[in-house]
């Protein structure tokens, strides 16, 4: 599986962004595909995640109400949609996927258990 992310930027606080995962490959192996971030100077955190399948999503406490985790499955793509960002979201995103058949919340928050990563997209929040 090989993952593509697109979409960041520098935007103003307030302002809205969506990012973009396509995926290529072995995608029918996918389970769980999420968002991750890293700030400068902090540990990767957990965004969101999406069961492929079914499309059942959870959201850090951090994000949840204001991002959106979606995905268009003819596409093979994942969408992050990001409402009301503040600079507390700048950060380098990732998106990462595992095919594991097994998901709990905490399991797919920790980045340990994603063998496939596509690379960062730099988003900037001015205040």
């Known amino acids: 599986v090989q993952l593509q992310a697109s979409g960041g930027g520098l935007v103003q606080a307030g302002d809205s962004l969506r990012l973009s995962c396509a995926a290529s490959?072995?995608?029918?192996?996918?389970?769980?595909i999420s968002w991750f971030r890293q700030a400068p100077g902090k540990e990767r955190e957990f965004v969101a995640a999406?069961?492929?399948?079914?499309?059942?999503?959870n959201y850090a406490d951090s994000v949840k109400g204001r991002f959106t985790i979606s995905n268009d499955v003819a596409k093979d793509t994942v969408h992050l949609q990001m409402n009301s960002l503040n600079a507390e979201d700048t950060a380098v995103y990732f998106c990462a996927a595992y095919s594991q058949l097994y998901y709990t919340a905490e399991f797919a928050a920790s980045s340990d258990n994603y063998p496939y990563w596509g690379q960062g997209t730099q988003v900037t929040v001015t205040s």
């Open positions: 490959g072995r995608t029918a192996d996918i389970y769980i």
């Open positions: 999406l069961r492929w399948p079914n499309r059942y999503t």
